[in-house]
C-alpha cells in the first residue's frame, strides 16, 4: 500500500531555508506526478508546485516562484521541496501527495494519496 512520508520541517527565521522531503513506499513513484500543499491555520489547503513523474515538468504558485524549487529522485522514490527565502506568510503545514499519471495540476481533487504533513513555521 501506497505510504507518503513528510519530513524536514522546523521553525526557521525569515530568509531561511528547509528542504522538504516526501518519501513512498510500497510503490515506485516512477509513475506518479507529486504534489506539495500547505495548509495554514483558518486557511483553505493550497497548492504549492507540483512534478511530473520524469521530473521534467515543474510548476509553482505565484507566491513561491523563484524561492522554492520542486525536483524528485525516482531511484530513492523520494521527492524534494526546496524552500528558501522564507517568510513568515509561509508558515503552515505542508503536505505532499500523489496523482496517477505523467502529470497533474495544483487542485487537491486531482491527487489521490495523501502524506500527514510536517509543519513549517517561519519566525523570528
Known amino acids: 500500500q501506497l505510504q507518503l512520508v513528510e519530513s524536514g520541517g522546523g521553525l526557521v527565521q525569515p530568509g531561511g531555508s528547509l528542504r522538504l522531503s516526501c518519501a513512498a513506499s510500497?510503490?515506485?513513484?516512477?509513475?506518479?506526478?507529486i504534489g506539495w500543499f500547505r495548509q495554514a491555520p483558518g486557511k483553505e489547503r493550497e497548492g504549492v508546485s507540483c512534478?511530473?513523474?520524469?521530473?521534467?515538468?515543474?510548476n509553482y504558485a505565484e507566491s513561491v516562484k523563484g524561492r522554492f524549487t520542486i525536483s524528485r529522485d525516482n531511484a530513492k522514490n523520494t521527492v524534494y521541496l526546496q524552500m528558501n527565502s522564507l517568510k513568515p506568510e509561509d508558515t503552515a503545514v505542508y503536505y505532499c501527495a500523489e496523482h496517477w499519471g505523467i502529470l497533474a495540476g495544483m487542485g487537491s481533487y486531482e491527487y489521490d494519496y495523501w502524506g500527514q504533513g510536517t509543519q513549517v513555521t517561519v519566525s523570528s
Open positions: 510500497g510503490v515506485t513513484l516512477d509513475y506518479y506526478a
Open positions: 512534478i511530473s513523474s520524469t521530473g521534467g515538468t515543474t
